[in-house]
């Protein structure tokens, strides 16, 4: 099997009517909407650094795209489309098949479309490019947050970096942590929820202090939280009770939940977003002047996930 019978086998699905040309030509070929903007991302996964080769092709494939999501979710994005760039150490039928019907799972799940990519041979990797749009200037930035603004996290965080933790040491960990891991949602409906009522977002792919500190930074002002008001899971929760590390919460990466701030005055438009969304929302903290990012409840310097 070469190249172009992988593309035509796996990857050259149906799109929708915007996609004037999808897989097959130099390019795809997409009809813009004027009063929109286009918001476009791309990340990287590789063998050993992003996942293990312990890991299912179909969960391969979940993550993948749903990493990308999440940075659209972020942004407030309506997801459109996607690119896929793929290399392949071998031809291996049953993980394409697997991994292919995986990401259709969860590309019709949030409604994006394959529109091209490229297939090469060499070390798994899986890198994939998201496109999507947002209403002209209404962008979910992180430079957005206010002094005063009260700071909001989706969903229990610490989970997934809980799961890695026990799967390293070959610990059991409850079915929904490793899903957490393996599987994580993106949060899409609740960014374009927030379009309008955050003044700042981010998704959390490294940690909440890093990421949290990204919007520091961008908006020049600080934060204070308090880590008896983080969202946790029982597990996580009794894990940290036994061991005081709250690191696993703090900083440990790959939640891909909601950070973001808002004006006090649209605090009940949370709640509201809470209850019609059925996802958690918790305040964790406040935005302050400036002076860093306070957290009350530890002292420790924990270390979050870099590359480099
Ligand atoms: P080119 O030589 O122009 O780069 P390719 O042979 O790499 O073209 O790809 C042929 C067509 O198949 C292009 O439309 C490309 O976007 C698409 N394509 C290649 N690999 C993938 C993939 N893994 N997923 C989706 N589309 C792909
Ligand atoms: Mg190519």
């Given amino acids: 099997m070469n190249e172009f019978s992988i593309i035509d086998k796996y990857f050259s699905w149906n799109c929708d009517n915007s996609v004037s040309v999808g897989v097959g030509d ?54 459109k489309y996607f690119t896929l760039a793929i290399s392949l150490p071998r031809v291996d039928e049953k993980w394409l098949s ?59 965080i610490g989970d997934a970096a809980y799961a890695l933790r026990q799967k390293q040491r070959n610990e059991p960990a409850t079915l929904s942590a490793m899903n957490r891991l393996n599987t994580p949602e993106p949060r899409l409906s609740l960014g374009r929820s927030l379009v ?33 008001k983080l969202p946790l899971s029982k597990e996580v929760s009794e894990y940290i009770e036994s061991t005081g590390d709250w690191c696993i919460a703090l900083a440990g990466g790959d939640d891909y939940e909601l950070c ?4 006090k005055r649209n605090k009940k438009n949370v709640h509201q977003i809470e209850s019609d969304l059925k996802i958690k929302l918790s305040e964790i903290g406040v935005i302050t002047p400036n002076g ?17």
């Fill in 98 to 156: 697997e991994f292919a019907n995986s990401l259709k799972q969860i590309a019709n799940k949030y409604n994006i479309d394959l529109v091209g990519g490229d297939t090469t041979k060499g070390h798994l990797s899986i890198t994939i490019n998201v496109t999507g749009f947002i209403e002209r200037g209404k962008s979910l930035l992180r430079s957005g947050a206010k002094p005063g603004d009260l700071i909001f996290v989706s969903n229990n």
């Fill in 292 to 308: 860093g990012l306070i957290v009350d409840g530890f002292s420790a310097d924990c270390s979050s996930y870099r590359h480099f």
């Fill in 260 to 263: 973001f701030s808002v004006d």
């Fill in 26 to 79: 130099d390019c795809a070929v997409i009809e813009l909407d004027s009063e929109y903007q286009i918001v476009t991302s791309v990340d990287t996964l590789i063998e050993g650094v992003h996942f293990s080769s312990s890991n299912s092709a179909a969960d391969i494939a979940y993550k993948s795209l749903s990493v990308n999501l999440s940075d659209l979710a972020a942004m407030g994005a309506i997801a």
């Fill in 196 to 228: 309008g009522i955050a003044n700042s977002c981010i998704d959390i792919s490294d940690g909440l202090e890093q990421d949290l500190s990204h919007i520091l930074n961008s908006s020049k002002v600080g934060a204070r939280i308090s880590t008896d």
